[in-house]
């Protein structure tokens, strides 16, 4: 029976540049990259070296923790860097494009006739296992746990996020096939959330074998991590697995086509994009053959992602693996003349510190600018009005920065991870980073409980 939940809590940010419901193929990219640094928990042993030449599919690197989880490349072409960091951390193992696409044969597969070990396997053996995450924290599952259920949230309510409807109207049975495969991963139910505010896709509405829930309200409403707390809240021992819907499409192309088939639709938004709109590309790809000649003069910030959740690209960087959206805003590298003391008719404000609130509806240019420095921890009940979980917020960062453990798991640490608390962070009085801190209680119980 399909479950209908409508939250009051959250925050939709009225920015410009949502992006036009119009496709656009802009060619293959001439490079693309698998970044670590996606996958939290990881700890990446190189496989491939420089000049080694690779396939679509053909394994990159593993985890020392885990050698059977592989992570392999997204198309053919040359390895023409290693990139490293502090400590020689791997940040990007980058490949130069060939000519044409070549492709590992991993043959294809009915999931309907395949047994749950032969499933794990080929996902295994393809880096197809990564494109699930499981909670508590938010990592790549363990391929000999089980979920209790796997949730598929289908609509995105971060500020001007993709149109799913839009981007997964074509794919019935590429979807049909992911959903085949996920029955085979859990004995527990498939969760399909749609938004309950808008008529149903076709894709979402014929697909068998799912419960399909109604989810309405404002932002984090789209988050997996809020839905599965209102159908089927985590704990310390019951894992729940999530995937996008979009890399569920990867894993049916795997099955039905027996290729690892990386190609996804992303949104190019933002309020510095001339022509915001939709582009047929791949995961991991160059973002420079999108925003070629696209994106106003000037001081930007280029992210994969959202505004809140997103990562800090160069403007030929590299699109992330979980990412269907590329946002383009100012830099925040200016001071405001007065600060809050002026009407601020043209700024967005969450508080009301502005009149811009009398005037409804209005789209707002927005840059990165923090507006103030850190201040001091206090408590203003605003991480409350955005976050639509039975969790106290700001009791829950206090215990992380004191790295109380008992604290941490009485007050929900298990069931958030960073994207469910960017909203408080968007709306903290005293410019608490809540999302960096998330993430390190995060490390904090794995290292504890491990």
Same mark, same amino acid.
């Given at each position: 029976m399909s479950e209908v939940i409508k939250l009051k809590k959250g925050l939709n940010i009225p920015l410009k540049g949502k992006a036009e419901k119009v496709l656009v193929n802009p060619g293959p990219p001439g490079q693309y990259a698998v970044k670590p640094v996606d996958f939290p928990g990881i700890r990446p042993k190189m496989l491939v070296r420089v000049d080694d030449q690779v396939r679509a599919g053909t394994p990159l690197f593993f985890d020392k923790y885990n050698p059977d989880l592989f992570f392999t490349a997204p198309a053919s072409g040359r390895v023409v860097a290693v990139n490293r960091g502090e400590r020689r951390k791997i940040l990007e193992v980058v490949i130069k494009a060939g000519e044409k696409i070549e492709y590992e044969d991993f043959g294809k597969a009915d999931p309907g006739k395949t047994d749950r070990e032969e499933?794990?396997?080929?996902?295994?053996?393809?880096?197809?296992?990564?494109? =699930?995450?499981?909670?508590?924290?938010?990592? %790549? $599952?363990?391929?000999?746990?089980?979920?209790?259920?796997?949730?598929?949230?289908?609509?995105?309510?971060? $500020?001007?996020? $993709?149109?799913?409807?839009f981007i997964m109207q074509d794919s019935a049975s590429e979807f049909q096939a992911g959903i085949d495969v996920?029955?085979?991963?859990?004995?527990?139910?498939?969760?399909?959330?749609?938004?309950?505010?808008? $008529?149903?896709?076709?894709?979402?509405?014929?697909?068998?074998?799912?419960?399909l829930n109604y989810f309405s309200g404002p932002?984090?409403?789209?988050?997996?991590?809020?839905?599965?707390?209102?159908?089927?809240?985590?704990?310390?021992?019951?894992?729940?697995?999530? %995937?996008?819907?979009?890399?569920? =499409?990867?894993i049916g192309r795997?099955?039905?086509?027996?290729?690892v088939?990386?190609?996804?639709?992303?949104?190019?938004?933002?309020?510095?994009? %001339?022509?915001?709109?939709?582009?047929?590309?791949?995961m991991g790809a160059s973002v420079d053959n999108i925003l070629r000649d696209n994106i106003k003069e000037g001081n930007l910030r280029y992210i994969s992602g959202n505004v809140l959740t997103g990562t800090r690209i160069p403007a030929k960087g590299f699109i992330g693996f979980y990412d269907s959206q590329i946002t383009v805003i100012p830099e925040g590298d200016h001071h405001r003349f007065l600060g809050w003391a002026?009407?601020?008719l043209d700024r967005f404000s969450a508080s009301r510190a502005f009149f811009s609130? =009398?005037?409804?509806?209005?789209?707002?240019?927005?840059?990165?600018?923090?507006n103030g420095g850190p201040r001091a921890f206090v408590m203003t009940g605003e991480y409350?009005?955005?976050?639509?979980?039975?969790? %106290?917020?700001?009791?829950?960062?206090?215990?992380?920065?004191?790295?109380?453990?008992?604290?941490?798991?009485?007050?929900?640490?298990y069931e958030v991870v960073e994207e469910d608390l960017a909203l408080c962070e968007y709306v903290c009085t005293s410019k608490t980073e809540v999302q960096t801190i998330i993430r390190q209680g995060i490390e904090l119980m794995i290292k504890e409980t491990s």
């Amino acid at each position: 029976m399909s479950e209908v939940i409508k939250l009051k809590k959250g925050l939709n940010i009225p920015l410009k540049g949502k992006a036009e419901k119009v496709l656009v193929n802009p060619g293959p990219p001439g490079q693309y990259a698998v970044k670590p640094v996606d996958f939290p928990g990881i700890r990446p042993k190189m496989l491939v070296r420089v000049d080694d030449q690779v396939r679509a599919g053909t394994p990159l690197f593993f985890d020392k923790y885990n050698p059977d989880l592989f992570f392999t490349a997204p198309a053919s072409g040359r390895v023409v860097a290693v990139n490293r960091g502090e400590r020689r951390k791997i940040l990007e193992v980058v490949i130069k494009a060939g000519e044409k696409i070549e492709y590992e044969d991993f043959g294809k597969a009915d999931p309907g006739k395949t047994d749950r070990e032969e499933i794990v396997r080929r996902l295994l053996k393809s880096g197809l296992w990564p494109l =699930l995450r499981q909670r508590p924290y938010g990592i %790549i $599952p363990k391929p000999d746990s089980r979920p209790r259920s796997i949730f598929i949230s289908g609509f995105d309510t971060a $500020p001007l996020a $993709p149109d799913f409807d839009f981007i997964m109207q074509d794919s019935a049975s590429e979807f049909q096939a992911g959903i085949d495969v996920l029955r085979r991963l859990t004995d527990g139910k498939i969760h399909l959330n749609v938004n309950g505010d808008y $008529p149903v896709v076709d894709v979402y509405k014929k697909v068998s074998g799912v419960q399909l829930n109604y989810f309405s309200g404002p932002h984090p409403a789209g988050n997996p991590g809020v839905q599965i707390h209102h159908i089927d809240p985590v704990h310390k021992n019951g894992a729940v697995w999530y %995937i996008g819907p979009q890399n569920l =499409l990867v894993i049916g192309r795997l099955f039905l086509d027996g290729v690892v088939d990386f190609s996804r639709i992303v949104a190019l938004t933002g309020s510095e994009v %001339i022509n915001p709109r939709y582009y047929r590309t791949m995961m991991g790809a160059s973002v420079d053959n999108i925003l070629r000649d696209n994106i106003k003069e000037g001081n930007l910030r280029y992210i994969s992602g959202n505004v809140l959740t997103g990562t800090r690209i160069p403007a030929k960087g590299f699109i992330g693996f979980y990412d269907s959206q590329i946002t383009v805003i100012p830099e925040g590298d200016h001071h405001r003349f007065l600060g809050w003391a002026v009407p601020g008719l043209d700024r967005f404000s969450a508080s009301r510190a502005f009149f811009s609130w =009398l005037m409804p509806g209005r789209e707002y240019v927005s840059d990165t600018n923090y507006n103030g420095g850190p201040r001091a921890f206090v408590m203003t009940g605003e991480y409350e009005k955005v976050l639509p979980m039975d969790i %106290i917020p700001q009791q829950l960062v206090k215990s992380i920065i004191v790295e109380d453990i008992d604290k941490m798991e009485n007050l929900g640490i298990y069931e958030v991870v960073e994207e469910d608390l960017a909203l408080c962070e968007y709306v903290c009085t005293s410019k608490t980073e809540v999302q960096t801190i998330i993430r390190q209680g995060i490390e904090l119980m794995i290292k504890e409980t491990s």
